[in-house]
């Protein structure tokens, strides 16, 4: 059985930052491609970052671009989301994710899904 699990999530004050952690359990990650969303009330899960194999590439929204960094450790199956320079419009709840190798930035690509962890940035 293949489970997801976020933490790491809470309240920072703009400029900040904060890392956000994805235990994998049931399954060996390595080669499967991971991802993290985020989703705000009324608003449809949008992509965040990802990364593909044995995170050999990583890909990120242009919002997040150069503020936020997707790694993954293979031996500890963890998936990390190091986030620097928060805004307020990062506030949402961040989800992680499971799929192929290439499932990339599509959320309709991803089998397995945590259960999210919220982010809270105040101005």
């Known amino acids: 059985q293949v489970q997801l699990a976020e933490s790491g999530g809470g309240p920072v004050q703009a400029g900040g930052s904060l890392t956000l952690s994805c235990t994998v359990s049931g399954i060996d990650f390595k080669w499967y491609g991971m991802g993290w969303f985020r989703q705000v009330p009324g608003k449809e899960r949008e992509f965040v970052a990802c990364?593909?194999?044995?995170?050999?590439?990583?890909t990120y929204a242009d919002s997040v671009k150069g503020r936020f960094t997707i790694s993954k450790d293979n031996a500890e199956k963890i998936l990390y989301l190091r986030m620097h320079s928060l805004k307020p419009e990062d506030t949402a709840t961040y989800y992680c994710a499971l799929g192929d190798a290439g499932a990339g930035q599509d959320r309709r690509n991803y089998q397995y899904w945590g259960q999210g962890t919220q982010v809270t940035v105040y101005s």
């Open positions: 990364s593909i194999w044995n995170g050999d590439r990583s």
